[in-house]
Structure formats: C-alpha cells, structure tokens
Nanobody, 118 residues
C-alpha cells in the first residue's frame, strides 16, 4: 500500500525559494513516474510537475523555468525545488504517482503548505 509523506513547505516572501521533499513507500519506486500537485484555496487540485522513472521531467506552463523536479530512486524520494515564488504559488503541495488518470486517485498524503506572502 502506497504511503507518501511530503515536507519542506513554509512561509516565504515573493521571489524566495523552497525545496519540497516527498518520501514514498509501499511501491517499487524506481519503476514509477511521480508527480507534484497543488491545491490552492477554493480551487481544484492541479498538476505541477512530473518525472518519469528514468528522470525525464515535465512542467506545467505556470511553473516552467522556476520549478525543478528531481528524484533519488535509492532513497525513494522525489523533490521539488521552487524558485522565484509568487503569491499565486500559495497552495498545499502533494506528491503522488503520475498517471493520466491521476484525478481519480483515492489516496493522497497530508501535503505540505506553501505560503508566499510579504
């Protein structure tokens, strides 16, 4: 059974940086594409970035050039380096497997809150 634990969120000023971490267990991590997602207050959860099992990243247009997704298969970890943060990046961030039907996933971790404010 998959378990996901996100960490690294916090309060940061506009233009600042944060690095999110996610530890996965209960899956054969190195074979699975992973994603970072976020949900802002009053909005639907959205896909932020994905990374294939082989390490190929992809990004939503809204974060391209500012966020970097990476993974460490030896540690079952996936990361999201977030630079040049803006108030519109404020959300709860989640990691999860990435599949095209991610919107149907039943399981989500607790997420980590990112607040960008001066």
């Amino acid at each position: 059974q998959v378990q996901l634990v996100e960490s690294g969120g916090g309060l940061v000023q506009p233009g600042g940086s944060l690095r999110l971490s996610c530890r996965a267990s209960g899956i054969i991590f190195s074979f699975i594409a992973m994603g970072w997602y976020r949900q802002a207050p009053g909005k639907q959860r959205e896909l932020v970035a994905t990374i294939t099992s082989g390490g190929i990243p992809n990004y939503a247009d809204s974060v391209k050039g500012r966020f970097t997704i990476s993974r460490d298969n030896a540690k079952n970890m996936v990361y999201l380096q977030m630079n040049s943060l803006q108030p519109e990046d404020t959300a709860v961030y989640y990691c999860n497997l990435w599949r095209r039907d991610w919107g149907t996933f039943d399981y989500w971790g607790q997420g980590t809150q990112v607040t960008v404010s001066s």
